[in-house]
């Protein structure tokens, strides 16, 4: 009884944690809805950005074309243009049920960092335990927000960080589809593209505008909205992935409960049907041992009432 009773408690158990399974994937499911539909606006905010950049660089061009700007290239800090500083960046999660990605991320981070030769920047727990426990000795920073993903105030704050570099290229967790997630990266100072010559045509029919305040200053800041947005983009495609990652690894953990619980009733059973048998075993053996012991004892009587009879009947010897 006590193995029966064991199982029952397993199979309690286990279909706890397929229920607990199965609310986490929905609620996976919705947060993953919303990050993407966030990551969609970024993305149109993105665009409306970008036109309204091209138009100020345009219009740079045409009232100050001997002005010297270089509105395509990065600024260089002072620094000379053949060796600009540059910055890899991992982003890996203070939590750690995201499957194997944010170790993916590290290796491909320090591969690249080291044949690049970039300085090193480790975003997230998960990304500086990985160092420690490979025992790195090399140098690099880190930073890890309160949570997974920056608030507005870290997010200026690690901006400010990398301002100095002029390049910085962030590794990352990439969403390709909900069940596969790869290694993305991305430099977040890049200049925005320049448009086709079709496109430009376009655009000088919208330049006859007033910009205040002066165009230097607006290119310069465009250039800072730019790294920004291209970081929450980053950070958002990131949690995307790792939402995702959560997504199958709760369906894969529903899905082997499940399994389990039918592998444990089917035990269940056996195990019962084992129990049954035995018992019926049991009181069939004694119905034998009794049939087969009542003959005996009638057989005794019998043999006990012969001899009180020949007893009586025996004649007297004086």
Known sequence: MSVITDIKEQISDLTTFKHISAAFTEAAAVRLRNIRKAYERNT?????????????????????????????????????????????????????????????????FLREAEKNKTEKLIIGSTGVSFMRSMDYKGKYESVIFRGNNPDEKESIEFLNKISPYDQVTIYYPKFISFLKQDIGSIDITKKIPPVEEKEKQIMKEEINLIFEPELFKMIKFFDSQVRMILFKRVVLEAEMARTAARLLAMSQAEERSDFEIKQKRLHLRKVISSFTNSQLLETFSGIKKWKHGLPSRRYQAEMKNKILFLETEAPDVE
């Open 44 to 108: 149109g905010f993105y665009d409306e950005i970008s036109h309204i950049y091209h138009l100020v660089q345009i219009n740079v061009k045409l009232n100050t074309p001997q002005s010297g700007l270089n509105t395509n290239s990065k600024s260089t800090n002072g620094k000379n243009n053949s060796d600009p500083l540059k910055l890899s960046v991992a982003l890996t999660s203070n939590q750690r049920f995201y499957g194997i990605i944010n170790n993916e991320i590290m290796a491909y």
